[in-house]
């Protein structure tokens, strides 16, 4: 399997901000329709294009109930080292966040980042990527496949194996994800809801069994965001029915919808998608960060379709303020959902802290 090298490094990278001198134009691709996806082979990288991410959310009911977990592994294609001669050129750059929350208690957070041929790693050919100690792969064991996901940090640790319970969820037309008004606006987006967590987390010194409930999302694109668009919220429900409900939209400046989509899986395992017209999204409650500044609805109600949701959080302060590889600030945490459909899992939301800068 053909691996990447990177390296968890605070050198991070002025790459990102500003233009090497003598780099040339680089030419995404583009997302398009009708694109084929094949598996394994999708659940690795696609380097060729911008961005990319892999976002494990769950929920746990032991040690306790509704303590939540997060990592993603971002990798993006900065486009302006693409002509250095050089092992080290920061062509493609990797990010991880990582999160625990502890109701009651707080959300504890940390990040890595790393550049190429510095020692940590992705593969091309399936999800197998890491930052130092920090690694999500997929196995395929004599019972099946499923996800392990490890995490080292002072603030915390977890070592979780994650078991699919259902198929893959490709998410709009066959995985071809519309994000705006015009058909280049879009990202290839795979989801796998349901999966089965076990393993342990370490927290305050203790290490303790963990089981649960996750959801898997890994998406690509070279689009950014358009229409006006300056930040999202998205919601992954695992439902308690056994369904699946992913709804995002993306919002202006004056907060205003300018494109949203739902994709419903029911507990038969019926899918259906919702469009723009069908949904929308209804700020119930505002938290303030004593940090960013950012007023996020941290209760919301989302109509689709003949559905109605409610988001309740189980802990208000759920944002993340990350430095590397540039600050930004943004709320991701655990949220019940009641209405006409139950479940639990999580809600992102970016832009209220300032423009999300991909």
Known sequence: MRRRTFLATPLLLPTLTRATPGATAVAYPPVIPGARL????????????????????????????????????????????????????????????????????????????????????????????????????????????????????PQFSYDLLLTPTQPLLLQ????????????????????????????????????????????????????????????????????????????????DARAATVFAHATWRDAAGHVRQFAAADIRFTPLRLWASPRSGGRYPVQMEIRFGEHTVRTLPVLDDQELTTKRPAPVAYWEGVVKVDGSLEGRGYLEMTGYAGRLTL
Request: proline residues 4%; contains cysteine.
């Open 38 to 153: 094949t598996f394994p082979r999708d659940h690795g990288a696609h380097p060729d294009f911008r961005t990319e991410w892999w976002y494990v959310t769950g929920v746990l009911d032991l040690p306790q109930r509704d303590i939540g977990f997060q990592l993603t592994f971002f990798r993006s294609r900065p486009g302006t080292a693409e002509a250095l001669d050089s092992p080290i050129a920061a062509r493609q750059i990797l990010f991880a966040h990582a999160a625990l929350t502890l109701p009651g208690d707080r959300l504890r957070h940390s990040e890595r980042a790393a550049r190429a041929n510095l020692g940590a790693a992705f593969s091309s050919e399936d999800c197998d990527i890491s930052i130092g100690a920090w690694r999500m792969r997929r196995l395929d064991r004599r019972d099946g496949e499923a996800f392990s996901l490890q995490v080292n940090s």
């Open 172 to 251: 709009g037309e066959g995985g071809y994800s519309r994000k705006g008004s015009r058909p280049e606006l879009a990202s290839y987006y795979v989801s796998w809801p349901q999966l089965q967590v076990a393993g342990f987390l370490v927290s305050d010194g203790k290490r303790l069994a963990a089981h649960g409930r996750a959801w898997f999302d890994h998406e690509w694109s070279t689009a950014i965001l358009g229409d006006g668009a300056v930040g999202w919220d998205w919601i992954g429900i695992n439902l308690a029915d056994g369904g699946a409900l992913m709804a995002f939209r993306l919002r």
